[in-house]
């Protein structure tokens, strides 16, 4: 049973405009959430964090939003960049850590445009 | 501050061989979890170490194993390698829980033949 779920395998973005990757979870234990970026070749990286006491956390061009009685989190990239063109993994964790660390969402393949 | 390096970068083994992955946490992590990365499952956790510790396990059969050192450093160990296994394993480091931010290494690419 897939608990975090990122429904999208690919988007498709111009350059310039708003990327917006989603991202579901199903276990109402989650209360805190990231998101991961990762390059071919590379490990994934640290983007941005949203704790469950939060709706919205700005960091640059990145916003993370939660909707929790949706069970809902998305991440908003803008503008999109040539650079931001990469999987972007969501994680969600629950306040023990758990029996399962970090639960992640299969990736969402991001494709920026010129 | 140097991140989380992992060695070997790449490895091919056979089926029914056995495997040991390493791992350097950034100075100063204790906490060090295994990942491992398939196309078809995405990141998938296999345990956490702290203080030498197993802290977390996430469902894997027991051919998978791990340990940490002294020095935070850690290893995990696949048994009986099965051509499913094949996968790009990551570690993640972090200050002391996973709830903090994973730096992740480059991760080891097994190729199970």
């Known amino acids: 049973d897939q608990q975090v779920k990122q429904n999208s395998p690919s988007l498709s973005v111009q350059e310039g405009r708003i990327s917006i990757l989603n991202c579901d979870y199903t276990n109402s234990m989650f209360d805190y959430f990231l998101w991961y970026k990762k390059y071919p070749a590379e490990g994934p990286t640290f983007l941005i964090s949203i704790s469950s006491i939060k709706d919205k956390n700005e960091d640059g061009r990145f916003t993370v939003f939660l909707n929790k009685s949706a069970k809902h989190l998305s991440l908003h990239i803008v503008p999109s960049q040539p650079g931001d063109s990469a999987v972007y993994f969501c994680a969600a964790s629950d306040p023990g850590g758990g029996a399962d660390g970090l639960t992640f969402g299969k990736g969402t393949h991001l494709i920026i445009q010129p | 501050k140097a991140g989380v390096t992992q060695t070997p970068r790449y490895l091919i083994k056979t089926r029914g061989q056995q495997v040991t992955l390493s791992c350097s946490p950034i100075?100063?992590?204790?906490?060090v979890s295994w990942y491992q990365q398939t196309p078809g499952q995405g990141l998938q956790f296999l345990f956490e170490?702290?203080?030498?510790?197993?802290?977390n396990k996430g469902n894997f059969p027991g051919r998978f194993s791990g340990r940490q050192f002294s020095n935070s450093r850690s290893e995990m160990n696949v048994s009986t390698l099965e051509l499913g296994d094949s996968a790009l394993y990551l570690c993640?480091?972090?200050?002391?829980?996973?709830?903090?931010?994973?730096?992740f290494g480059p991760g080891t690419r097994l190729t199970v033949l």
């Open positions: 993640a480091s972090s200050l002391a829980h996973t709830n903090n931010e994973q730096f």
């Open positions: 170490y702290f203080s030498e510790t197993q802290r």
């Open positions: 100075s100063g992590h204790r906490s």
